[in-house]
Nanobody
Framework: QVQLVESGGGLVQAGGSLRLSCAAS????????MGWYRQAPGKQRELVAI???????NYADSVKGRFTISRDNAKNTVFLQMESLKPEDTAVYYC????????????WGKGTLVTVSS
């Protein structure tokens, strides 16, 4: 089993930046991909960014050029650097992880709230 704990959320003004962290613990060797999702009030959860074991990444079109996902393997931590934040980025951000051979995310953190004011 894997446990994921997010941190770094908060209130920021439009145009500002914020860095989210996700600390993983447990059977981390079973994980081959991690990512960030977000869910705004009244909306479905959506993928924001993923990072693979190889280090390759993918981003939602809405955050390309503004968000950067990265990882520190030594610390078992994944980050999401968010820049040029917009009010529409307001959401609860969740860290997620996928097991090897899985086709879906298997582990989820409890989320951290990001609020962007205009």
């Amino acid at each position: 089993q894997v446990q994921l704990v997010e941190s770094g959320g908060g209130l920021v003004q439009a145009g500002g930046s914020l860095r989210l962290s996700c600390a993983a613990s447990g059977s981390i060797r079973s994980i081959d991909l991690m990512g960030w999702y977000r869910q705004a009030p009244g909306k479905q959860r959506e993928l924001v960014a993923i990072i693979r074991k190889s280090g390759s990444t993918n981003y939602a079109d809405s955050v390309k050029g503004r968000f950067t996902i990265s990882r520190d393997n030594a610390k078992n931590t994944v980050f999401l650097q968010m820049e040029s934040l917009k009010p529409e980025d307001t959401a609860v951000y969740y860290c997620a992880a996928r097991r090897v051979l899985s086709t879906e995310m298997n582990y989820w953190g409890k989320g951290t709230l990001v609020t962007v004011s205009s």
